[in-house]
Each structure stands twice: as C-alpha cells, then as structure tokens.
T-cell receptor, first 114, second 116 residues
C-alpha cells in the first residue's frame, strides 16, 4: 500500500542553522516524490520533486532533497534557515497514471528561533 | 493571474445546510482533485477527475458530490452538512503527460468550511 511517513511532527531550529526534515515512503512502483510547503492560511507550494535521474534534487528557496531508494527516503535539507521558512512541510508520493493518487504525509511544522 | 482559484475562501453555515465550492484552473491541465485538510493539517484525497471523467472516488460520504462541467472546472457540492465536515477543502490540478511540470499538483488557496 502507498504511504508516507514524516516522523517529526514539530521541529525547532535556530535561524541560520541547518535543517533536515525526514520522509519515508512506501510505494509499489518507481515513486514520484514531492515536497510541498504550506504557510498559514495558504495553499501548498511545490518546493521540489523527484521523478528520475540525479538523486539529489534542487528546489526553490535554497532547499534540496536526496532520494535514497535503499532506505525508501526522501529527506529535505537546507543549509541555513531563515525566519521566513517557518511553515508546515509535506512530503508526498504518487504516480502519473490517471488513476494514481498523490498521498501526503502528516506534515512537519517547522519553528524558527531568532 | 491565479492558476488554480477556488471560491468562496470562507464558508460558515449551519448543520443540515447544503453548500458548494467552485474551482477553476487556467493551466490547461487535464486532471483535477479535491483534497480535505482536517484540523491536524492532514491532507486526504477525496476525488479526481480526468477530462471530466470521475477517476478517483475515495471513501467519502455520498453527501459529497463532485461535478466537472469541463476540464478547467471542478465543483464540490455538500448536502446535509455535519459538524465533522468542518475543514479546509483544497482544489488541485496537474498534467499527467508532457512538459516540465508533469505530475506535480498545483493547489488553490483553499476553502475553509465551518459548520456550526
């Protein structure tokens, strides 16, 4: 069955510190993987995605993620966080057939300390 | 020029009423979705339409009825509203083939439904 696990519900980091948000997935075929960010009262914005090729993908706002097939993981990283990065982050997995679903993890709330 | 737009942004209504949410996308995508986000921020897929055809229909009460009059529009009608229907409902669209953005979901800003 298709599933996404984000083990950390909340993470707090100091401004300027590095960040890693964890994501593990279960998917029966080659996964299409996504990270989305949601600011309060807003919709979801795509940070980055992995379909194939280089397993280290670069996204917007200085984020990157690494696909590790052996660990079924797609962790999100940023070398130095800014106060504006405080938001909810969602990992998602799915396919691109018409009956494929994009399934989301439960999200990780990122708090930034000044 | 909003890519995926939903109306209304807020609905406050009484139990037992009927309400509708409308969604439009101007991205030329062939597939549209409704997701429900509960108070704990969990996003659950409800429905998808591909070229006006219902494809995904999750375990959703039949009080919820989606309708897609054309590829660019997907509406959600909810009958006999219950307290548990209070949530944020997100419309999303994506292209399934061709182009750099294939496969990724583009979301609207959400419609917050409060049932009293």
């Amino acid at each position: 069955a298709q599933s996404v696990t984000q083990p950390d519900i909340h993470i707090t980091v100091s401004e300027g510190a590095s960040l890693e948000l964890r994501c593990n997935y279960s998917y029966g075929a080659t996964p299409y993987l996504f990270w989305y960010v949601q600011s309060p009262g807003q919709g979801l914005q795509l940070l980055l995605k992995y379909f194939s090729g280089d397993t280290l993908v670069q996204g917007i706002k200085g984020f990157e993620a690494e696909f590790k097939r052996s660990q079924s993981s797609f962790n999100l990283r940023k070398p130095s966080v800014h106060w504006s990065d405080a938001a909810e982050y969602f990992c998602a997995v799915g396919g691109t057939n018409r009956d494929d679903k994009i399934i989301f993890g439960k999200g990780t709330r990122l708090h930034i300390l000044p | 020029d909003t890519a995926v737009s939903q109306t209304p942004k807020y609905l406050v209504t009484q139990m037992g009423n009927d309400k509708s949410i409308k969604c439009e996308q101007n991205l030329g995508h062939d597939t549209m979705y409704w997701y429900k986000q509960d108070s704990k921020k969990f996003l659950k897929i409800m429905f998808s339409y591909n070229n006006k055809e219902l494809i995904i229909n999750e375990t959703v009460p039949n009080r919820f009825s989606p309708k897609s009059p054309d590829k660019a529009h997907l509406n959600l009608h909810i009958n006999s509203l219950e307290l548990g229907d209070s949530a944020v409902y997100f419309c999303a669209s994506r292209a399934l083939a061709g182009g750099a953005n294939t496969g990724e979901l583009f979301f609207g800003e959400g419609s917050r439904l409060t049932v009293l």
